[in-house]
């Protein structure tokens, strides 16, 4: 059976076909997510049907950016990275249109099972992943199965208030939290104080020997060490798996093992601190296996 994969982030529209535990044919676009949820649904449909034009598959399987009522494919929130998107009836719109089964859950969700099933999570029953990007996204697995809690939104870890003091609800409800001090956007929101120059994490990692670019790496680290720290002390897990691309640059996950395990309580110091294995294909090999997960 082949499965047409689809992981719509805020940025890029990733998509592939999954066939025997291998993705084939992967392409990426833009979003365009600014242009609102129509639009995105518009470009994830027409997308799709330029691979129908040219392969044959049984299911489609999405993974997307948002909170996902999975039973019904429907998104329960979103923020105006992708406005008008909440309420979107996304699986009952592709059902509509292609004629085949389809399963939609959210990203960070999705590329937990695909680290369950494929990656650093595959031999490991309880553990916790998160993803630093744009925000911070997360997704709890408990005695081998994801986690959902009563509304399908667990494992919101970027709302962690880490810094009570710049609370305000009304004005931000994701104010004093963790993902506006720890994502990567935060990261370079801070770098470019610093150099205005410095614009994307590629560019702030060719400067790290710089003291003053490393001192706002270092401060970064603290920061996701604060939101982790709780977050090992609540859950208990195995295993934390930690995915987005600035978990490629081998000095932030180096120094996140060593700030962490000196803010833990010495009987929680068992947990290991992994880096995602599946790259930007987690959601997609997510997506693929999502009826096998439920």
């Known amino acids: 059976m082949t499965t047409m994969v689809l992981d719509i ?35 994830a449909k027409e997308l ?13 399987g999405v993974s ?12 329960t929130y979103a923020n105006e990275n992708i406005p008008g998107y909440m309420g979107t009836r996304l699986k009952e719109l592709l059902e509509q249109e292609f004629q085949v089964p389809a399963a939609v859950e959210n990203d960070v969700n999705a590329a937990a099972i695909g680290e369950a099933v494929f990656g650093a999570g595959r031999d490991v029953a309880d553990f916790a992943c998160l993803t630093y990007g744009t925000g911070v996204g997360g997704a709890i697995f408990t005695d081998g199965r994801l986690y959902s809690g009563n509304s ?16 305000d609800s009304e004005r931000d409800i994701l104010s ?4 506006q001090y720890a994502s990567t956007t935060a990261l370079v929101r801070n770098a470019c104080r610093l150099d205005p120059s410095l614009t994307n994490g590629r560019a702030i990692f060719a400067r790290l020997e710089e003291p003053p670019v490393r001192a706002v790496v270092d401060q970064w680290i603290l920061e996701i060490i604060y939101g982790l720290a709780t977050i090992v002390h609540m859950l208990n897990p195995a295993c934390v798996i930690l995915g987005g691309g600035v978990m490629e640059q081998g000095y932030v996950l180096q120094e996140i093992r060593n700030k962490l395990y000196p803010n833990l309580i010495p009987s929680f110091r068992h947990v290991r601190i992994e880096k995602a294995e599946l790259g930007n294909r987690a959601g997609m090999l997510g997506a693929a296996v999502l009826e096998q997960r439920r």
Do not use: W
């Open 9 to 43: 982030g805020g940025t890029a529209m990733k998509s592939g076909l999954y066939t025997d535990g291998k993705l084939s044919e992967v392409r990426e676009i833009p979003t365009e997510a600014k242009q609102g949820g129509e639009h995105v649904v518009n470009r």
């Open 48 to 60: 799709i049907a330029d691979y129908r034009n040219r392969f044959s598959f049984q299911r489609i």
């Open 64 to 75: 997307t950016a948002g909170q996902v009522d999975p039973r019904q494919g429907v998104i």
């Open 152 to 167: 399908f939104s667990a494992g919101e870890f970027g709302a962690i208030v880490t810094h009570p003091e710049a609370r």
């Open 176 to 179: 004093g939290c963790y993902e």
